[in-house]
């Protein structure tokens, strides 16, 4: 009888999930859909590439919106076992409230697991792949700043052509680079000349590039009296640029892009170049807690629907669910934004408000347990 019910109960709220997230996830690709279409003026993109660009953007979206459909989940399948009075006759033989949504906790504890793990991945592809369908139907420029385990990479262009830049560190607002490495190429993509320099420094409108070694690359063809195999040296050259402080900060991946099993790789890559991590430590600690998050979400519906239909209120109280589940996004909203500025510990920004939710949901049922 135990394990029927337990099935019972997981086998109702899961439905209402998938239920749930397939209706949030066809709302969202419907917006991103509205929004890429009014984007195409130029008609760039045909209806089925943007209706593709629309469903590879909205797993990494949907993801955002998983509490919240975790939410109205369990609030429509309490509420539905409390209108067919299931949960009268269940509470009748001796059954308690904290019993009964046992099922769906642990269901919800899976999907959160299942969320980060393997379908966070999913979707941080499918991210990458939009920004890079963007950044060619839509001339979004792509980033210029990029960290790998060779060092940290800038890239800027003009008439002229591209300038790459390479520095064994930085600071983390990359206005000083150290063991700087630049390579510039014309229009043709033909590197044309290559610079060593013990550190550079980002002014207006140039970096100023201090102890100096500079090679000519000749053209292909070029005869032997121009070809110059030696370093030209010299204490200080400036090369221009379009680069701000503002936009580089702007060229970080963001970490909807990153897969969670790569994160920490890439964290400890920011911090080793002298990044601030704390907004991809956010995301991170976003992802781990989501199973917590998911259960407070399950206790926070259960405590506003497991009213009996004949006691009336169930509109308020499902106004109520809604609202505090707005409140709780709001909070953790808040407490992001603190966490990845830096201005509070990212792990009590990341934890606070999951936990604060759970206590919160408990007291509500231990008050309609009670009373």
């Known amino acids: 009888m135990s394990w029927t019910l337990n099935l019972y109960v997981a086998r109702v709220f899961m439905t209402y999930v998938l239920f749930a997230f397939l209706s949030v996830f066809a709302l969202i690709m419907l917006v991103d859909l509205v929004e890429l279409m009014r984007a195409n003026r130029r008609g760039a993109a045909s209806f089925v590439e943007l209706v593709g660009m629309a469903a590879l953007k909205a797993p990494s979206v949907s993801i955002k919106a998983a509490p919240f459909t975790i939410l109205l989940a369990s609030m429509v399948s309490f509420a539905t076992l409390a209108h067919r009075s299931e949960l009268v006759v269940t509470r009748a033989a001796g059954v308690s409230a904290f019993r009964i949504i046992i099922p769906a906790l642990f269901a919800a504890i899976a999907v959160g697991v299942f969320a980060f793990s393997v379908y966070n991945p999913l979707a941080s592809a499918f991210a990458a792949r939009y920004e890079l369908l963007q950044e060619r139907y839509f001339d979004k420029g792509s980033p210029a700043l990029t960290i790998s385990g060779n060092g940290v990479w800038l890239r800027q262009g003009d008439e002229a052509g591209q300038t790459v830049l390479r520095a064994d560190r930085s600071t983390g607002s990359v206005e000083r680079l150290w063991s700087v490495s630049v390579f510039q190429f014309d229009k ?3 590197l044309y000349r290559r610079i060593e320099a013990r550190a550079a420094h980002l002014e207006d409108r140039n970096w100023r590039l201090t102890g100096v070694s500079e090679w000519t690359i000749p053209a292909v063809g070029a005869t032997e009296a121009e070809v110059k195999p030696l370093a030209e040296t010299s204490e200080e050259i400036r090369i221009p640029t379009d680069l ?71 509109g308020v109280m499902a106004l109520g669910c809604v609202l505090t589940g707005f409140g709780y996004f709001f909070l953790s909203d808040v407490t992001t934004a603190l966490g990845a500025s830096g201005a509070v510990p990212v792990m009590l920004a990341g934890w606070a408000p999951p936990f604060a939710a759970i206590l919160l949901a408990l007291g509500l049922l231990l008050h309609l347990e009670d009373g």
């Open 244 to 314: 701000t402080r503002e936009r580089i900060a702007e060229s970080f991946a963001a970490p909807e892009t990153i897969s969670f099993w790569a994160l920490p790789g890439f964290i400890s890559l920011l911090e080793s170049s002298g990044f601030s991590s704390d907004r991809h430590w956010m995301h991170f600690i976003g992802l781990l807690a989501t199973p917590v998050v998911f259960v407070a979400m399950v206790l926070i519906g259960a405590a506003f629907s497991m009213r009996h239909a004949r006691f009336g209120g169930l």
């Open 188 to 190: 043709s993509d033909h």
